[in-house]
């Protein structure tokens, strides 16, 4: 299941608020103005960040099952515990980060026509 991204709507007024899921319309609450929103589709962007959260979680995954293999076979090992959690912090959160960022910085920008 991939998760809707939210959206904000600013109208020509200044006024903005946010869009309501599958909303096929939205009302300016400054001013009144109706904007058709049917033709949105975030669904790329959802998509991209549903990606990019499932690696970032296998990431902690992977370290949380590294570590308990570890604790069964060889407890003395379990010293290097913090190497690992260091790898995560040092390697896989700032991938992640940035992903995050290149995916935030290529956000589409819709232009709506007032109905
Ligand atoms: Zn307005």
Not at 12 to 36: D, F, K, M, N, V
Not at 58 to 71: C, D, H, K, R, T
Not at 84 to 111: C, Q
Request: proline letters at 9%; aromatic letters at 10%; hydrophobic letters at 50%.
């Amino acid at each position: 299941m991939v998760r809707t991204v939210p959206i904000t709507v600013t109208c020509e007024c200044g006024g903005s608020g946010p869009l309501a899921a599958r909303s096929p319309a939205w009302r300016c609450p400054h001013c009144g103005t109706a904007y058709q929103t049917d033709s949105l589709d975030p669904s790329h962007v959802s998509h991209q960040l549903a990606i990019v959260k499932r690696m970032a979680w296998a990431g902690v995954i992977a370290v949380l099952a590294i570590v308990g293999a570890l604790a069964f076979m060889a407890p003395a090992v379990l010293i290097a515990t913090p190497a690992l959690l260091a790898a995560y912090y040092y390697s896989i959160l700032p991938w992640y980060r940035r992903r995050l960022r290149g995916i935030y910085a290529a956000l589409p920008e819709w232009r709506l026509l007032p109905q």
